[in-house]
């Protein structure tokens, strides 16, 4: 009795052992896995940060805000962002003008309209258009889009910030519809039934009851979408050209701040040059922007929530 | 009386008028993309078909149209992903796993969470500069396939931490209660029976943003990946390249000959992830069956 004591004394103790380390180990490890998100968001910041401020030693922060001309990379220099601002907010606009109202009305058709059959099928097929490559988009936009438009308007240029435009449009549809449809969807059915039952028709119900009712999951989905289209790079640095200019053409070449980014970084610029560093002064200013409508975003679906 | 039934039956029959009028506006809309989907594939397969052959596989990049190919380009794009998997998978899914069965309700586990939603929102470009920044010249992997692959990690990091999540979430509370009951420990219980159950599902997710990844064109761009490469990467420090880049040089040029280059490189590429999307789909089916 004396002698098996101490024994199964070490198989416990060991047990627990085992059981102490991993339970220790493990929760610090998984927390690390966890914490690296905060790592990349304080490393996107801190790298745009620092390497901005260097920038802004050099150039005057008012010139690069409301400066009206932009040619870092021939003399004489200018470092004014408004030119790929603009360029930026006008591929965005025609995007959203596309995709906003097809989004919507995709979502209002497939949420209040469609059969399950129909649903079950287009749904995915529209989710598609998400899954392709922006690269593949980039050549659709020079490739059909661009000679689209030549047959309207014939003295437009290969490079023009409509077909960018149309074609990034097309790209955030999915985006907008599907959003847009799981806030209809978490309308609750007595609400419609309650509509049905006065005698309204399913476009009443949809416009009336459903809308109103998911409006702050829409608006946020529009927001979100905007927010894509601004950050959005290969098919504006393919189809809408690398010029920047103030200008409210959309038949126009223009150059948004993406493309801009994505043109020094394939020539061979030194690395602490000034032209190294409207990288990250264009960067920065694309971040702040896309990390400000995204926590609008955020906050609308949060604030504005109907709750049922 | 019949004046105000006449009435009535009017503004009725005004508002089926509406209700149809605008039910066919929203088919309508619906239809546009997916007429543009069928569009974008039938210009891509009009243009590309042609130059799909075999030397597109075996030959390099060359300055004429009808000797190039995309032999490293494909190597480049497979290799990157492999060196990616486990590093997005091991380190995506400890994330999930943290945040949903060992983080404290706390105002730090809220940060994290809202963290990563809005790093889902940030333009790959910025990744981008993220990775040129750290890897290639902090760490001075130089341009290289591991440098690639780690900014691509972090990019796909946050859609995977998500959808590893969900998977996590959907696993029934009584599968850890009968596993504590047995008187496993947290990691036992998470390591044995949580994650076993919801592996299939996480599968999915993590081949889906490999998907994403492979598509990648602006973040590759921007930490270097070289246009024209006429080798096959032999170690992680090699420099490289990969599909999409290849097709952006070839769309890049005016000629024609490679424009249609272009197409068919973008057959390739779609084709690529057509396979990993329906195999994402079977995993998930085969787990709703054993559910």
Same mark, same amino acid.
């Given at each position: 009795?004396?002698?098996?004591?101490?024994?199964?004394?070490?198989?416990?103790?060991?047990?627990?052992?085992?059981?102490?380390?991993? %339970?220790?180990?493990?929760?610090? =490890?998984?927390?690390?896995?966890?914490?690296?998100?905060?790592?990349?968001?304080?490393?996107?910041?801190?790298?745009?940060?620092?390497?901005?401020?260097?920038?802004?030693?050099?150039?005057?922060?008012?010139?690069?805000?409301?400066?009206?001309?932009?040619?870092?990379?021939?003399?004489?220099?200018?470092?004014?962002?408004?030119?790929?601002?603009?360029?930026?907010?006008?591929?965005?606009?025609?995007?959203?003008?596309?995709?906003?109202?097809?989004?919507?009305?995709?979502?209002?058709?497939?949420?209040?309209?469609?059969?399950?059959?129909?649903?079950?099928?287009?749904?995915?097929?529209?989710? =598609?258009?998400?899954?392709?490559?922006?690269?593949?988009?980039?050549?659709?936009?020079?490739?059909?889009?661009?000679?689209?438009?030549?047959?309207?308007?014939? %003295?437009?240029?290969?490079?023009?910030?409509?077909?960018?435009?149309?074609?990034?449009?097309?790209?955030?549809?999915?985006?907008?519809?599907?959003?847009?449809?799981?806030?209809?969807?978490?309308?609750?059915?007595?609400?419609?039934?309650?509509?049905?039952?006065?005698?309204?028709?399913?476009?009443?119900?949809?416009?009336?009851?459903?809308?109103?009712?998911?409006?702050?999951?829409?608006?946020?989905?529009?927001?979100?979408?905007?927010?894509?289209?601004?950050?959005?790079?290969?098919?504006?640095?393919?189809?809408?050209?690398?010029?920047?200019?103030?200008?409210?053409?959309?038949?126009?070449?223009?150059?948004?701040?993406?493309?801009?980014?994505?043109?020094?970084?394939?020539?061979?610029?030194?690395?602490?040059?000034?032209?190294?560093?409207?990288?990250?002064?264009?960067?920065?200013?694309?971040?702040?922007?896309?990390?400000?409508?995204?926590?609008?975003?955020?906050?609308?679906?949060?604030?504005?929530?109907?709750?049922? | 009386?019949?004046?105000?039934?006449?009435?009535?039956?009017?503004?009725?029959?005004?508002?089926?008028?509406?209700?149809?009028?605008?039910?066919?506006?929203?088919?309508?809309?619906?239809?546009?993309?997916? /007429?543009?989907?069928?569009?974008?594939?039938?210009?891509?397969?009009?243009?590309?078909?042609?130059?799909?052959?075999?030397?597109?596989?075996?030959?390099?990049?060359?300055?004429?149209?009808?000797?190039?190919?995309?032999?490293?380009? #494909?190597?480049?794009?497979?290799?990157?992903?492999?060196?990616?998997?486990? /590093?997005?998978?091991?380190?995506?899914?400890?994330?999930?796993?943290?945040?949903?069965?060992?983080?404290?309700?706390?105002?730090?586990?809220?940060?994290?969470?809202?963290? /990563?939603?809005?790093?889902?929102?940030?333009?790959?470009?910025?990744?981008?500069?993220?990775?040129?920044?750290?890897?290639?010249?902090?760490?001075?992997?130089?341009?290289?396939?591991?440098?690639?692959?780690?900014?691509?990690?972090?990019?796909?990091?946050?859609?995977?931490?998500?959808?590893?999540?969900?998977? #996590?979430?959907?696993?029934?509370?009584?599968?850890?209660?009968?596993?504590?009951?047995?008187?496993?420990?947290?990691?036992?219980?998470?390591?044995?029976?949580?994650?076993?159950?919801?592996?299939?599902?996480?599968?999915?997710?993590?081949?889906?943003?490999?998907?994403?990844? #492979?598509?990648?064109?602006?973040?590759?761009?921007? /930490?270097?990946?070289?246009?024209?490469?006429?080798?096959?990467?032999?170690?992680?420090?090699?420099?490289?390249?990969?599909?999409?880049?290849?097709?952006?040089?070839?769309?890049?040029?005016?000629?024609?000959?490679?424009?249609?280059?272009?197409?068919?490189?973008?057959?390739?590429?779609?084709?690529?992830?057509?396979?990993?999307?329906?195999?994402?789909?079977?995993?998930?089916?085969?787990?709703?069956?054993?559910?």
């Amino acid at each position: 009795m004396q002698g098996n004591l101490p024994q199964q004394e070490t198989t416990m103790s060991f047990k627990n052992k085992r059981a102490h380390i991993s %339970d220790k180990i493990v929760p610090i =490890v998984l927390f690390m896995c966890a914490a690296l998100s905060v790592l990349t968001t304080i490393g996107i910041v801190y790298t745009l940060f620092s390497e901005t401020f260097s920038f802004f030693k050099t150039v005057n922060i008012s010139e690069f805000l409301f400066g009206t001309k932009w040619s870092p990379l021939i003399e004489p220099k200018s470092f004014g962002i408004l030119p790929l601002l603009g360029g930026t907010l006008m591929v965005t606009v025609i995007a959203c003008l596309v995709a906003i109202p097809i989004g919507l009305a995709s979502a209002i058709y497939l949420s209040e309209y469609a059969p399950t059959r129909v649903r079950k099928i287009v749904k995915p097929v529209l989710e =598609v258009l998400a899954g392709i490559p922006t690269i593949v988009y980039g050549y659709f936009a020079l490739s059909f889009v661009t000679p689209l438009i030549k047959s309207i308007f014939p %003295d437009v240029g290969v490079f023009n910030a409509l077909s960018a435009g149309l074609v990034v449009g097309i790209m955030i549809i999915p985006m907008v519809s599907s959003l847009s449809e799981d806030a209809m969807m978490a309308v609750p059915r007595s609400l419609r039934h309650g509509a049905y039952a006065l005698g309204a028709t399913r476009f009443e119900v949809a416009l009336k009851i459903v809308v109103p009712a998911a409006f702050s999951g829409i608006v946020s989905s529009a927001v979100l979408a905007f927010s894509r289209a601004i950050g959005e790079t290969m098919i504006v640095t393919v189809a809408a050209g690398a010029t920047p200019q103030l200008t409210l053409n959309p038949l126009e070449s223009i150059q948004t701040m993406t493309a801009y980014i994505v043109q020094v970084s394939m020539g061979d610029t030194p690395h602490g040059s000034i032209e190294y560093g409207t990288i990250f002064a264009v960067g920065m200013t694309l971040f702040v922007i896309t990390f400000l409508l995204n926590i609008v975003a955020q906050w609308v679906a949060r604030r504005f929530r109907e709750e049922y | 009386m019949s004046i105000l039934q006449d009435a009535n039956r009017k503004q009725i029959s005004n508002r089926r008028k509406v209700d149809m009028t605008l039910h066919i506006l929203f088919l309508i809309a619906t239809s546009i993309g997916i /007429i543009a989907l069928m569009a974008l594939l039938i210009q891509i397969m009009m243009d590309g078909l042609s130059r799909l052959n075999l030397e597109l596989f075996t030959n390099y990049p060359s300055r004429m149209a009808a000797k190039a190919g995309m032999k490293s380009a #494909i190597v480049g794009s497979i290799y990157m992903v492999l060196i990616m998997a486990p /590093i997005s998978f091991i380190l995506g899914v400890g994330a999930a796993i943290y945040l949903e069965e060992y983080a404290k309700k706390s105002a730090f586990t809220r940060l994290i969470q809202l963290n /990563i939603s809005t790093l889902a929102g940030v333009p790959s470009i910025v990744y981008g500069i993220l990775g040129l920044t750290i890897f290639v010249r902090g760490l001075a992997l130089e341009r290289s396939l591991l440098s690639g692959a780690l900014t691509m990690t972090l990019l796909v990091l946050p859609i995977i931490i998500v959808s590893a999540q969900e998977a #996590i979430r959907a696993v029934p509370k009584a599968r850890r209660d009968a596993s504590f009951a047995l008187g496993a420990t947290k990691w036992q219980t998470v390591s044995r029976s949580v994650l076993p159950s919801a592996i299939s599902s996480i599968l999915t997710g993590v081949i889906l943003a490999l998907s994403r990844a #492979i598509g990648e064109t602006a973040p590759l761009v921007m /930490i270097g990946a070289l246009t024209f490469v006429a080798f096959l990467p032999e170690s992680i420090m090699d420099q490289f390249t990969v599909m999409p880049i290849q097709i952006f040089n070839w769309v890049s040029r005016p000629q024609l000959a490679f424009h249609e280059l272009a197409a068919a490189g973008i057959i390739v590429l779609l084709a690529l992830l057509i396979i990993m999307n329906i195999s994402a789909v079977m995993l998930r089916n085969k787990y709703q069956k054993n559910v």
